[in-house]
Nanobody, 118 residues
Framework: VQLQASGGGLVQAGGSLGLSCAAS????????MGWYRQAPGKQRELVAI???????NYADSVKGRFTISRDNAKNMVYLQMNSLKPEDTAVYYC?????????????WGQGTQVTVSS
Protein backbone atom coordinates (compact mmCIF):
# COMPACT_ATOMS: atom_id res chain seq x y z
CA VAL A 1 0.00 0.00 0.00
CA GLN A 2 1.26 3.45 -0.89
CA LEU A 3 -0.07 6.51 0.89
CA GLN A 4 0.24 9.94 -0.69
CA ALA A 5 -0.60 12.87 1.55
CA SER A 6 -1.17 16.43 0.42
CA GLY A 7 -2.54 19.71 1.65
CA GLY A 8 -0.15 20.97 4.29
CA GLY A 9 1.10 24.50 4.43
CA LEU A 10 1.41 27.68 6.44
CA VAL A 11 -1.59 29.24 8.12
CA GLN A 12 -2.19 31.82 10.82
CA ALA A 13 -3.57 30.84 14.18
CA GLY A 14 -7.33 30.50 14.00
CA GLY A 15 -7.22 29.50 10.37
CA SER A 16 -8.09 26.26 8.63
CA LEU A 17 -6.33 23.67 6.52
CA GLY A 18 -7.40 20.44 4.92
CA LEU A 19 -5.26 17.36 4.42
CA SER A 20 -5.90 14.54 1.98
CA CYS A 21 -4.37 11.11 1.68
CA ALA A 22 -4.78 8.70 -1.20
CA ALA A 23 -4.16 4.99 -0.78
CA SER A 24 -3.07 2.89 -3.74
CA UNK A 25 -1.62 -0.53 -4.40
CA UNK A 26 -2.80 -3.57 -2.42
CA UNK A 27 -5.70 -1.79 -0.77
CA UNK A 28 -7.79 -4.89 -0.15
CA UNK A 29 -8.37 -5.30 3.56
CA UNK A 30 -7.63 -1.73 4.64
CA UNK A 31 -9.41 -1.23 7.94
CA UNK A 32 -8.51 1.87 9.97
CA MET A 33 -7.05 4.96 8.36
CA GLY A 34 -5.80 7.93 10.26
CA TRP A 35 -3.52 10.85 10.84
CA TYR A 36 -0.60 11.18 13.19
CA ARG A 37 1.72 14.10 13.76
CA GLN A 38 5.21 14.71 14.99
CA ALA A 39 6.43 18.04 16.23
CA PRO A 40 10.15 18.83 16.51
CA GLY A 41 11.66 17.09 19.52
CA LYS A 42 8.49 15.17 20.26
CA GLN A 43 7.23 11.67 19.63
CA ARG A 44 4.76 10.90 16.92
CA GLU A 45 1.22 11.08 18.29
CA LEU A 46 -2.23 10.09 17.16
CA VAL A 47 -4.40 12.90 15.81
CA ALA A 48 -7.45 11.01 14.56
CA ILE A 49 -8.41 7.63 13.18
CA UNK A 50 -11.46 6.39 11.33
CA UNK A 51 -12.64 2.85 10.77
CA UNK A 52 -13.92 1.52 7.48
CA UNK A 53 -17.42 1.87 8.90
CA UNK A 54 -16.88 5.49 9.87
CA UNK A 55 -16.24 5.26 13.60
CA UNK A 56 -13.81 7.95 14.69
CA ASN A 57 -11.43 8.62 17.52
CA TYR A 58 -9.63 11.90 18.20
CA ALA A 59 -6.83 13.09 20.39
CA ASP A 60 -8.20 15.25 23.18
CA SER A 61 -6.15 18.19 21.94
CA VAL A 62 -7.99 18.32 18.60
CA LYS A 63 -11.52 17.34 19.57
CA GLY A 64 -14.04 19.86 18.34
CA ARG A 65 -11.54 21.44 15.95
CA PHE A 66 -10.48 18.65 13.60
CA THR A 67 -12.69 16.33 11.57
CA ILE A 68 -11.54 13.10 9.95
CA SER A 69 -13.47 11.52 7.11
CA ARG A 70 -12.89 8.92 4.45
CA ASP A 71 -14.20 7.89 1.07
CA ASN A 72 -13.90 4.12 0.77
CA ALA A 73 -14.77 4.15 -2.93
CA LYS A 74 -11.87 6.49 -3.66
CA ASN A 75 -9.54 5.05 -0.99
CA MET A 76 -9.10 8.50 0.47
CA VAL A 77 -8.91 9.85 3.99
CA TYR A 78 -9.22 13.51 4.86
CA LEU A 79 -8.49 15.73 7.83
CA GLN A 80 -10.20 19.09 8.12
CA MET A 81 -8.42 21.26 10.65
CA ASN A 82 -10.16 24.35 11.99
CA SER A 83 -9.25 26.86 14.68
CA LEU A 84 -5.62 25.95 14.28
CA LYS A 85 -3.19 26.75 17.05
CA PRO A 86 0.60 27.17 16.97
CA GLU A 87 0.89 23.94 18.94
CA ASP A 88 -0.67 22.11 15.97
CA THR A 89 2.54 22.77 14.05
CA ALA A 90 4.00 19.41 13.08
CA VAL A 91 4.61 17.02 10.25
CA TYR A 92 1.37 15.16 9.67
CA TYR A 93 1.49 11.53 8.56
CA CYS A 94 -1.23 9.50 6.95
CA UNK A 95 -1.59 5.98 8.31
CA UNK A 96 -3.42 2.87 7.16
CA UNK A 97 -3.88 -0.50 8.78
CA UNK A 98 -4.55 -3.50 6.60
CA UNK A 99 -5.80 -6.80 7.95
CA UNK A 100 -5.54 -9.87 5.76
CA UNK A 101 -6.20 -13.35 7.14
CA UNK A 102 -5.48 -12.27 10.72
CA UNK A 103 -2.20 -10.62 9.73
CA UNK A 104 -1.94 -6.92 10.45
CA UNK A 105 0.05 -4.56 8.25
CA UNK A 106 0.68 -0.87 8.91
CA UNK A 107 1.59 1.73 6.33
CA TRP A 108 2.74 5.35 6.50
CA GLY A 109 2.66 8.21 4.08
CA GLN A 110 5.58 10.54 3.53
CA GLY A 111 4.37 13.32 5.81
CA THR A 112 3.20 16.82 5.08
CA GLN A 113 4.24 19.91 7.01
CA VAL A 114 1.64 22.01 8.79
CA THR A 115 2.88 25.27 10.26
CA VAL A 116 0.62 27.53 12.30
CA SER A 117 1.95 31.01 12.99
CA SER A 118 0.90 33.02 16.02
Amino acid sequence: VQLQASGGGLVQAGGSLGLSCAASGSIFGIANMGWYRQAPGKQRELVAIISRGGSTNYADSVKGRFTISRDNAKNMVYLQMNSLKPEDTAVYYCNAVRVVEYARYEYWGQGTQVTVSS
